[in-house]
């Protein structure tokens, strides 16, 4: 049968902690009695063990042994994550996701003009080359650029891409 208790103080002395500390454990429901007003002090303990800060409470556990410790350990590395993360934005190595979205469109809008202006740019070299009308190579290499965007295009957002028959 558990050790029943029925005087707070008594209770405080059995477990190694004031007689306040029992009344405000019991207030803001850490511990509470038993139906018949009296304190079962294994169950007590457990419950204030459970619920104790590390280093503040003697009968706190050492380290992350309670979830009490454990959601304290997590809310200590949230905070750090935090810090890291605002010195990162301030040093600059972060970067807002609209400014990067924009940067990588102005990038990728930079690259599809550069390669569609490449055809015009080396047809007559080619067509020189090849003893061909320059003007059909053009229209060649035009036409393999095109499909070459488009299945960039539909590899980097697939669902941003539009029917066979729209292209056409």
């Not at 405080?12 to 207030?27: D, F, M, P, Y």
């Amino acid at each position: 049968m558990p050790e029943r208790i029925t005087s707070a103080r008594d209770l405080a002395r059995r477990l190694g902690v004031s007689h306040t500390a029992i009344q405000k454990a019991e207030r803001v429901g850490r511990i509470r009695r038993e139906t018949d007003g009296s304190w079962d002090v294994e169950r007590v303990r457990r419950d204030l063990t459970a619920s104790a800060v590390p280093g503040r409470s003697p009968l706190a556990m050492p380290g992350d042994d309670t979830p009490l410790g454990r959601l304290t350990l997590a809310r200590l590395a949230l905070g750090v994550e935090a810090q890291r993360l605002a010195i990162d934005e301030t040093k600059g190595r972060l970067m807002d996701v609209a400014a990067a979205n924009h940067r990588i469109d102005e990038c990728a809008a930079g690259m599809r003009d550069a390669v569609l202006n490449w055809p015009a740019r080396v047809s007559g070299l080619i067509a020189a080359e090849i003893g061909r009308d320059p003007h059909l190579v053009q229209t060649i290499l035009q036409e393999q650029m095109n499909a070459l965007l488009l299945d960039v295009a539909d590899r980097l957002d697939p669902h941003a891409s539009i029917g066979p028959d729209a292209r056409a």
